[in-house]
Nanobody
Framework: VQVVESGGGLVQPGGSLRLSCAVS????????LAWFRQAPGEVRIRVAS???????NYLPSVEGRFTISRDNAKNTMYLQMNSLSPEDTAIYYC????????WGQGTQVTVSS
């Protein structure tokens, strides 16, 4: 199973982006999917997770600004990011939680004026 992240880019503070994660397999087979991010010089951390039953969990600093969702029919997961700040600048990755799949290339999100 492979994952391919997309949707990143350069955005001004306060802006929005929607990330997508295309999964090559049937995502119904994964109980929990998650988005992670890694900022320069820092470790990769989990940003948000979503179970097949709809339970979500967010990093406190993104709570209320980010929304994770999944489209099982399309085998795709999303991360809607609003009110972005420079602190959100990172490479964003998707994976299961815990991360059992091979990591993809990620998608770069840069928040800067």
């Amino acid at each position: 199973v492979q994952v391919v992240e997309s949707g990143g880019g350069l955005v001004q503070p306060g802006g929005s982006l929607r990330l997508s994660c295309a999964v090559s397999g049937n995502i119904l087979g994964f109980s929990t999917l998650a988005w992670f991010r890694q900022a320069p010089g820092e470790v990769r951390i989990r940003v948000a997770s979503l179970t097949t039953t709809g339970v979500t969990n967010y990093l406190p600093s993104v709570e209320g600004r980010f929304t994770i969702s999944r489209d099982n029919a399309k085998n795709t997961m999303y991360l809607q990011m609003n009110s972005l700040s420079p602190e959100d600048t990172a490479i964003y990755y998707c994976n299961t939680d815990p991360s059992d799949l091979a990591w993809g290339q990620g998608t770069q999100v840069t928040v800067s004026s």
